[in-house]
């Protein structure tokens, strides 16, 4: 048993890499999807909803910084 307490770091995983997510292969969530229409529309690219979990993320992540948003 490890003697850290996961409550003592509550942002550790959301830094986690989305290639190493266990659930990163499964549709992206409701409100990724919404969050990732909206930077879509945003930047001017085309929305995909067939995007994964970890896929979605890196192109929130992408979209935020075309966008500025998220800074």
Excluded at 39 to 51: G, Q, V, Y
Aim: no cysteine.
């Amino acid at each position: 048993m490890s003697d850290t307490n996961p409550k003592s770091e509550p942002f550790s995983n959301a830094e986690k890499d989305p290639d190493d997510w266990t659930t990163g292969d499964e549709p992206m969530t409701g409100a990724q999807a919404s969050y990732l229409k909206t930077l879509s529309e945003e930047a001017h690219e085309e929305f995909d909803d067939t995007l994964s979990k970890a896929d979605a993320s890196k192109k929130i992540d992408e979209l935020q910084a075309k966008t500025g948003r998220g800074q």
